[in-house]
């Protein structure tokens, strides 16, 4: 029977690429010339900090840039507010990965409304359908691409 699954999730080998490339520039770029400003990324965030906010500001769209340029999907990201903290500013912008459980049941409930010939369960943090014929996949495929569930998701596994 074939099927597939419904994820979220990033590649971290090119985040972290992404994120280094974006140091390299941040310390090349003469406004940020002797000053602290660095991007790190731990777990799930990544961490701005600089000597102001308009520092921050500035590393935002870099970083921004950079992912995109690797193929990561910005709509992961999940923006912190800038603290400031005496003469340092910092951001925690988190990323998001794996479908939480009000999410997937959004997609199964979309896919069971549609009367599509598909079968959908949650398993964890995925999605995984089954259906008789290709076909049906592919229709439940270009259904769950127009809708929006909030979150950039991929479709893999698929099996036949």
């Not at 520039?25 to 990324?41: P, V």
């Not at 003469?87 to 459980?101: E, S």
């Not at 089954?130 to 099996?159: C, H, M, T, V, W």
């Amino acid at each position: 029977m074939p099927s597939f699954d419904v994820v979220s999730e990033i590649d971290e080998h090119e985040l972290a690429n992404a994120v280094d490339q974006a140091n390299r520039e941040i310390g090349a770029r003469f406004d940020f010339k002797g000053s602290d400003a660095k991007i790190e990324i731990s777990d799930a965030a990544m961490t701005l900090s600089a000597d102001s906010d308009f520092q921050i500001q500035q590393m935002q769209p870099i970083i921004l840039q950079k992912m995109t340029k690797r193929g990561i999907d910005i709509a992961c990201l999940e923006h912190g507010e800038i603290q400031l903290r005496g003469q340092q500013a910092r951001q925690v912008i988190q990323v998001r990965q794996g479908i939480d459980k009000e999410t997937a049941s959004k997609i199964v409930k979309l896919i069971k409304g549609s009367k599509i010939k598909v079968q959908a369960s949650i398993q964890g943090e995925q999605v995984r359908i089954n259906g008789k014929k290709r076909d049906d996949l592919q229709e439940a495929i270009a259904l769950l691409k127009k809708s929006d569930a909030g979150i950039p998701l991929q479709y893999n596994n698929f099996r036949d």
